[in-house]
């Protein structure tokens, strides 16, 4: 017991001597978290992003003919493709749940026998509000061809649409940026910070004390990365925070299961970042491979453009980005109040990232002290 002890008074130095190196000096405090305020409060206000693919299901309860021609005007643009074609209507929670499709064409029973009877026939629309941006255009084009279609009817009772948008009501895009941005902007610093650790203690000349320390390689790894971690659930926080009170944007899910999702992906983030830091002789060296990194994991995360919308070979790729699932964890967990199981498959590429990255690291670390 007093060796266990001893071997967590040895990583808690270890912790407390980062701590100090990143937190001594105000303008270090200034750079942690003043970036991560104000890129959030300039992302929720100025960005926003348009994507052309429009994955649909219908579900078609009239099956007549009004109900197959308009389906055929839908299916005859281009810009949407039909994804699955329903039986029921508590299938829609499913597909809609699952992210497959954008948005829900539901024809209900009598739709083709009210437009027989001189009535007007209503047509339900519902769009994955979490993709806001993307199903405010896919909305509109829907209205642009029933309008079409309405027209070819001439004077008779025109179809309307009924439109309900989930998770987003109003369609702001700021609601699903906005989510998104606390494992973004929290993975800059703290894959920033991992990477400059151990390429910061050789370049300032420490690493030769480190070597000569009592501490294991895993001792090391420990106390090299829970003070990115710390700082990147606290960054998380904020922005969090920012998207609570600031905007408004409720959260609809589990507090303690969208911090558990954010600990397990700054854990592999932190877990890349180390395996950069031991591989590298400099800070700048750490800085270039970090930066190499960032753009590509931020393009491949589905931040932008839905990653059903990059081709397959990309998709692939991004099972390794922890980025994305991340991302996806935290969206599902805020907008939409999924629970364990609805995102159980989210924490599997991270952990796998952080049980690969982590070992890594350490055996880097071994090298480097043998």
Same mark, same amino acid.
């Given at each position: 017991?007093?060796?266990?002890?001893?071997?967590?008074?040895?990583?808690?130095?270890?912790?407390?001597?980062?701590?100090?190196?990143?937190?001594?000096?105000?303008?270090?405090?200034?750079?942690?978290?003043?970036?991560?305020?104000?890129?959030?409060?300039?992302?929720?206000?100025?960005?926003?992003?348009?994507?052309?693919?429009?994955?649909?299901?219908?579900?078609?309860?009239?099956?007549?003919?009004?109900?197959?021609?308009?389906?055929?005007?839908?299916?005859?643009?281009?810009?949407?493709?039909?994804?699955?074609?329903?039986?029921?209507?508590?299938?829609?929670? /499913?597909?809609?749940?699952?992210?497959?499709?954008?948005?829900?064409?539901?024809?209900?029973?009598?739709?083709?026998?009210?437009?027989?009877?001189?009535?007007?026939?209503?047509?339900?629309?519902?769009?994955?509000?979490?993709?806001?941006?993307?199903?405010?255009?896919?909305?509109?084009?829907?209205?642009?061809?029933?309008?079409?279609?309405?027209?070819?009817?001439?004077?008779?009772?025109?179809?309307?649409?009924?439109?309900?948008?989930?998770?987003?009501?109003?369609?702001?895009?700021?609601?699903?940026?906005?989510?998104?941005?606390?494992?973004?902007?929290?993975?800059?610093?703290?894959?920033?910070?991992?990477?400059?650790?151990?390429?910061?203690?050789?370049?300032?000349?420490?690493?030769?004390?480190?070597?000569?320390?009592?501490?294991?390689?895993?001792?090391?790894?420990?106390?090299?990365?829970?003070?990115?971690?710390?700082?990147?659930?606290?960054?998380?926080?904020?922005?969090?925070?920012?998207?609570?009170?600031?905007?408004?944007?409720?959260?609809?899910?589990?507090?303690?299961?969208?911090?558990?999702?954010?600990?397990?992906?700054?854990?592999?983030?932190?877990?890349?970042?180390?395996?950069?830091?031991?591989?590298?002789?400099?800070? /700048?060296?750490?800085?270039?491979?970090?930066?190499?990194?960032?753009?590509?994991?931020?393009?491949?995360?589905?931040?932008?453009?839905?990653?059903?919308?990059?081709?397959?070979?990309?998709?692939?790729?991004?099972?390794?980005?922890?980025?994305?699932?991340?991302?996806?964890?935290?969206?599902?967990?805020?907008?939409?109040?999924?629970?364990?199981?609805?995102?159980?498959?989210?924490?599997?590429?991270?952990?796998?990232?952080?049980?690969?990255?982590?070992?890594?690291?350490?055996?880097?670390?071994?090298?480097?002290?043998?």
């Amino acid at each position: 017991m007093p060796a266990f002890i001893a071997y967590l008074v040895s990583i808690g130095s270890l912790c407390r001597k980062e701590f100090l190196a990143l937190l001594k000096e105000p303008s270090s405090r200034v750079i942690l978290f003043g970036p991560v305020l104000l890129q959030a409060l300039l992302y929720g206000y100025g960005a926003t992003y348009d994507v052309n693919h429009a994955p649909y299901a219908v579900l078609d309860q009239s099956r007549g003919a009004a109900s197959t021609e308009l389906l055929a005007r839908i299916d005859g643009t281009g810009v949407f493709k039909r994804e699955a074609t329903l039986n029921a209507q508590r299938e829609i929670a /499913q597909v809609v749940d699952r992210g497959s499709v954008l948005l829900v064409l539901h024809f209900p029973s009598d739709f083709d026998a009210r437009l027989a009877a001189g009535q007007q026939a209503p047509l339900q629309m519902i769009l994955d509000g979490r993709n806001s941006t993307t199903a405010g255009a896919a909305a509109a084009q829907i209205n642009a061809i029933v309008a079409t279609y309405n027209q070819s009817r001439g004077s008779a009772p025109v179809v309307s649409v009924a439109r309900r948008a989930w998770y987003s009501p109003n369609l702001e895009s700021r609601w699903n940026m906005m989510p998104a941005l606390i494992a973004a902007l929290s993975l800059i610093q703290t894959l920033l910070l991992s990477s400059l650790s151990v390429a910061r203690e050789r370049e300032q000349g420490t690493f030769d004390q480190l070597l000569v320390t009592p501490l294991t390689p895993i001792q090391i790894l420990i106390g090299k990365a829970l003070p990115p971690m710390v700082i990147g659930v606290a960054q998380a926080t904020i922005i969090l925070l920012i998207n609570r009170f600031w905007f408004q944007i409720p959260i609809n899910g589990s507090p303690w299961l969208l911090y558990l999702g954010l600990v397990v992906f700054t854990c592999a983030t932190v877990g890349i970042g180390l395996s950069i830091s031991a591989l590298s002789l400099s800070m /700048q060296q750490a800085m270039l491979y970090t930066f190499l990194l960032i753009m590509p994991m931020m393009l491949l995360s589905g931040l932008l453009t839905p990653v059903s919308n990059m081709p397959e070979s990309l998709q692939i790729v991004t099972y390794a980005n922890p980025l994305r699932f991340g991302m996806d964890l935290v969206r599902r967990v805020y907008l939409e109040g999924a629970g364990l199981r609805e995102v159980a498959f989210d924490f599997v590429p991270m952990l796998m990232t952080a049980a690969v990255t982590l070992p890594l690291a350490a055996w880097l670390f071994r090298n480097r002290l043998s």
